[in-house]
């Protein structure tokens, strides 16, 4: 039952994203001329369907999330016509064809793996803190406890980044580029997680944040994917000061769990 379950809440999120990702494309980038009486944004079915040489009525079952099974042939090209970006693209191939997946691993608990805690603090002076693949706080050292106000696991807003972000009124300010952050938040989130959206400490984290935030609701439905990026943030200091800090999401070998770790270096 589980299986089924999962599998058709599978199917579902193939079907969204190829839908977002339809309706974000200009008929004009396929050289299809539209008339003003046209209300639907982006690609019809029939359109994409054409462009792609499969029949309307087999794309419009992928999108109702109907079984089906489309070779790699048929991917690629939905892929070209919806003119998918290389993370977008390999999304897609995860989402319809998960049997090239990895098996998808058990959550785990590596917060009691003690090389993490000593890895976190050999990163110092650079606050850094350790997450498992819901994006629950697992471990960090003090520099990052004394910028981000502290964590707690035993609040719901604290232990999770992106409750932090949506539902802590003091992330929301400490970020000076707040929208941007938690946007590419969400969309890393979706790529990380497509082989394991079904799993409970997933939805744990999904389904209170839809519930909460409207804001996370209507970003988490743009069906954005994102790589995990290199690049600098801005945090406001206690004095209204904003300071610019490089950031590295860093995946550690050899610890038999499925975690990151998020560095941020201040310049200067």
């Known amino acids: 039952m589980l299986e089924q379950s999962a599998e058709m809440d599978r199917r579902k999120e193939l079907g969204r994203f ?13 050289g299809i001329r539209t008339g003003t009486r046209r209300r639907a944004s982006g690609l019809l079915r029939e359109e994409v369907a054409l462009l792609a040489g499969i029949s309307a009525t087999w794309y419009t079952w992928l999108e109702q ?11 690629n090209a939905l892929a070209d ?5 290389p993370v977008e693209r390999v999304h897609l191939f995860k989402l319809a064809r998960p049997e090239r997946l990895p098996e998808a691993a058990s959550a785990g608990d590596a ?13 110092s002076p650079n606050p850094a803190y350790a997450l498992n693949r819901a994006w629950d706080f697992i471990a960090w050292n003090n520099q990052a406890a004394a910028l981000f106000g502290g964590f707690d696991p035993a609040v719901s807003t604290k232990r999770n980044l992106l409750a932090r972000l949506f539902l802590d009124p003091a992330w929301r300010t400490l970020f000076a580029d707040w929208e ?8 890393q989130f979706r790529a990380a997680t497509v082989g394991c959206a079904s799993a409970a400490d997933i939805h744990a984290v999904l389904d209170p944040l839809k519930a909460l935030s409207p804001e996370f609701a209507r970003l988490w439905a743009e069906m954005r994917v994102e790589e995990a990026p290199i690049w600098s943030k801005r945090l406001v200091g206690p004095s209204g000061e904003v300071v610019t800090y490089d950031y590295f999401m860093l995946t550690p070998a050899g610890v038999g769990k499925e975690m990151t770790i998020s560095l941020y270096r201040k310049r200067g």
């Open 18 to 30: 190829l839908r977002a990702m339809r309706e974000r494309v200009e008929p004009s980038r396929h």
């Open 65 to 75: 999330g109907r079984e089906a099974n489309p070779s790699a042939s048929v991917l």
């Open 81 to 85: 016509v919806l003119k998918l970006l």
């Open 111 to 123: 917060s009691a793996d003690p090389r993490i805690a000593k890895l976190l603090a050999a990163l």
């Open 180 to 187: 941007i952050v938690a946007r590419s938040a969400i969309a």
